[in-house]
Each structure stands twice: as C-alpha cells, then as structure tokens.
C-alpha cells in the first residue's frame, strides 16, 4: 500500500484524493461520488477563479450538477479574516449547496469553517502546493487582530491538478517547500519525546508523512521551476501531512514541532515585515526549521555521557517560579497567562528531569544514531531552501536581531509539546545555543 491509500485508509474525514496531471477534469467524478445528489458553490478567489474555477464550474454544470451562483472575493488584499467569514455565513446561508473551495490557504480555510457553521461538508480544488493544510482539520483565522485555530473538519475531498499548480506564483511553491522540509526537524521532535517516552511514535502517522518525506525534498531546484514530476510530489507530501494529523487527533505533532513554535510566536506577536504583511506561514517556518536543525546541531556535539545530572536537577526551578518567570517574559503582551498555562502543562518534576537525562547519557547513542538518519544539516537545508526561493535568514523576511533572539526564547513557552526547545531547556543551554545561531547563521 503506497502512502496516499494508507493515508485514505486511516482518513476520519477526507475520503478521496486526486494528485496528477489533468485530474482537474475529475471534479466532477469526485463530487457527484462524495456527495451524490446534492447542489454545488463554487468558492474563490478572483484570481483563483481565472486559474482554475470558471473551469471547475464550468464543468460541475456540464457533468449535470446544479450549481448555485458562484461566490468570487475581489479584494486584491485578502487574508483569513473574521469578515470574510461574515460575508460567506452569510451567503452560504442561503443555500443548501456543498461548497467546492478553488484556492490555496486563505480560500480553503474561510470555506472549511464556513462549511461547519452550515453543518456542511465541503471539497477543495487546490491552486498552490503552498502549505500542508488542505486536508487538516481546524481553521486559522484572524479574528480582533488575534490569530486563532476554529475547529472544524477537513475536506471530504481534495483535487490537486499538477498542471493548476504549475501556474502558481513561484513564492507559493517555496511557501509550500518550506512547509514540508518542516517535517523532518518536526520527525526529530518526535524521535526525542519518543527515546523520553513523553510521547510515543505512532507507526502509522509517522510512516505517512516521513515515508518518502527526503524523497520529496530532493529537488528543490524542479520545485521551482514547475516540474510536474516534483510539483506532485511536493503537493502529495503537504497533502500527507494533513492526513496523518487526521490519523493522529490527539495533535499536530506528526507534521509540526519547534520550528512551527517560531511561525506560532511570531503570529501571536503580529509581526508583518516594513511593508505592513505577515509573511506566509511557509516563509516563516522556514526560518524556524533552521532554528530547529541549528539547535540538533548543537545537541549532536554535545557528549551526554558528561552531563551533571545532579547539578542540573538541582538548579531545575519548580513550577511556580516558572510560571512567574513566564507571566514576567509576556506581561506586555496580549495573551499575558497563556504561556503560564502551557508551561504548566508541560512541566516536568525533578525526578522526571533526573530520568528524561538518566535515559539520553543511557540511550546516547541510540538517540544520536536515529536523529542523524533524520536530520538535514544547517548547510543542507539553506541550500535547498535558497535554491527553491525560500527565506533562510531573518532578514529575508523583515525580522531585525532582537526580535529574532527574543522570538527563539519565548518559543519554548507557548506549547506543551516537547520539542528540542524543551531539551534546551532542561540541558540549560537555550540562551547559549540561541546566541550562537544569532552570531553564526543568522550573523
């Protein structure tokens, strides 16, 4: 079984896929089989609708599906935000019809909410191998100046035409490819809160997204300029990164981890670069997957063997300290409790400290052996992103010095997840490694 049918398989809420050249002819197929009987919308973007909807459409109508009236934003500038959900509640309202979203992130994520405001299920047609959230549940949207996940369910179907994303600007590709290289310092995440035994690896999310996720990865250069054969290949592994969400609820962990912590803390930070834009969710992760492999790099050089675990167990503040330190380090921010509370959850006692470094001077390497099979060096992944087009310094995305230092920092904080930040940590290294990234890399 290849990974798009264990994917399907294990899928609680997407049931049909189509990833290729000229599949956007299937649409039809796709939605007369998933949603027999009922009326179509088409949702877009203008721009979205020039590349691909007025074709989609177009087709709905002449397989014999009745459509309502399409549904076409003009605003040059739209972003996933609160009023655009107003303006479709509104519209869907009115019909009974399944929305079919033609776009990328912003259109599918406003008509996957949308759609669950209706009691709805929806489908996408995809214009971008931008980012892997076609198929995950959940919604981000900017609501109040706030970013904020809605829950709500994934597509019941995906048409991913190759040729459709070909067209796409090139900054969308890279968005995408960044996104995807996410997942292997994400893997290394898991591989460690694995070896800890704070989270085991499930088998079946995990082979999912990193089955043939270096593979994918492979051609940054194709990527970029349109190649079919790499252009699917990218679309198939965001797509599967969605999936394994879907087969793993408990969390996104199959497909994010400290390097999206970064993204994370930026949004919650409303950065935007001079021109007065957030940079896309990719471009941002990007930069936290150096971030990520930088500081594997330095957890790789150290010998575990020498750690003074008395030492370290000794100095490991309690948790009311470090809630105070962390309701200090946000209080002039919007959400001064939020990161307390992760904190909290995440928070190990001193005996559980003693043992999570008992198990990495014990399981040293082990440990190693298997985040050396998983990770991309620093150098690696610069070259394959700047190949691609995607940022790989935080100036390339309007981010000065000090806010890059301070973002690192405060990453750690606003998950629970246990990622490398949380070793750093624990190892008392966080400001160490961080400061050596910001005069290496990042000079």
Same mark, same amino acid.
Do not use: C
């Given at each position: 079984m290849d990974r798009v049918q264990l994917a399907l398989s294990n899928a609680t809420q997407t049931h049909a896929l189509e990833i290729g050249s000229g599949v956007l002819d299937k649409v039809p197929q796709v939605f007369k089989s998933q949603f027999?009987?009922?009326?179509?919308?088409?949702?877009?973007?203008?721009? %979205?609708? @020039? !590349? $691909?909807g007025e074709r989609v459409d177009t087709l709905l109508r002449q397989a014999g599906v009745e459509t309502d009236a399409s549904i076409v934003f003009k605003d040059a500038d739209m972003h996933a935000e609160w009023k655009y959900i107003e303006q479709l509640d509104a519209k869907l309202?009115? %019909?009974? @019809? !399944? $929305?079919?979203?033609v776009g990328s992130g912003t259109i599918n994520d406003i008509t996957k909410l949308c759609s669950a405001h209706q009691g709805r299920p929806y489908m996408v047609v995809a214009t971008a191998a931008s980012m892997d959230g076609y198929v995950a549940f959940g919604a981000s949207i900017t609501r109040d100046g706030i970013k904020s996940t809605y829950k709500c369910a994934a597509p019941q179907a995906v048409v991913a035409d190759v040729d459709v994303l070909a067209t796409a600007p090139a900054g969308m590709t890279a968005s995408g490819y960044a996104d995807l290289m996410a997942k292997v310092p994400a893997g290394a995440d898991w591989i460690v809160a694995d070896v800890?035994?704070?989270e085991p690896i499930d088998p079946t999310p995990w082979n999912i997204?990193?089955?043939?996720?270096?593979?994918?990865l492979s051609h940054p250069e194709a990527c970029r300029e349109g190649d079919p054969k790499a252009l699917q290949a990218l679309a198939e592994g965001l797509m599967l990164g969605g999936f394994a969400m879907q087969a793993y609820p408990a969390s996104s962990r199959p497909a994010?981890?400290?390097?999206?912590?970064?993204?994370?803390?930026?949004?919650?930070?409303?950065?935007?670069?001079?021109?007065?834009?957030?940079p896309s969710h990719g471009f941002q992760v990007s930069i936290g997957t150096i971030v990520s492999l930088f500081f594997y790099e330095q957890l790789l050089h150290t010998d575990l063997s020498t750690l003074d675990i008395d030492a370290l167990v000794m100095r490991w503040p309690s948790l009311e300290e470090q809630k105070e330190a962390s309701l200090r380090m946000f209080r002039k921010s919007d959400f001064p409790t939020f990161a307390a509370g992760e904190i909290e959850?995440?928070?190990s006692s001193p005996e559980e400290l003693r043992r999570h470094f008992?198990?990495?001077?014990?399981?040293?390497?082990?440990?190693?052996?298997?985040?050396?099979q998983q990770l991309l060096t620093v150098p690696q992944a610069i070259g394959r992103l700047k190949a691609v087009g995607a940022p790989v310094h935080p100036r390339d995305i309007g981010l000065g010095r000090e806010q890059m230092r301070a973002t690192i920092i405060r990453s750690q904080q606003i998950r629970r997840r246990y990622t490398i930040f949380d070793v750093a940590v624990r190892m008392g290294t966080m400001e160490e490694w961080a400061d050596r990234l910001m005069s290496s890399h990042f000079a």
């Open positions: 027999p009987g009922k009326k179509a919308v088409v949702v877009a973007h203008a721009a %979205t609708w @020039a !590349v $691909a309202s009115h %019909t009974g @019809a !399944v $929305a079919v979203a800890l035994g704070v997204v990193q089955g043939g996720l270096h593979d994918a994010s981890g400290a390097e999206h912590q970064i993204s994370h803390m930026l949004n919650m930070d409303r950065f935007v670069t001079p021109d007065g834009q957030a959850a995440k928070y008992e198990i990495m001077r014990d399981r040293q390497d082990e440990l190693k052996s298997r985040l050396r």
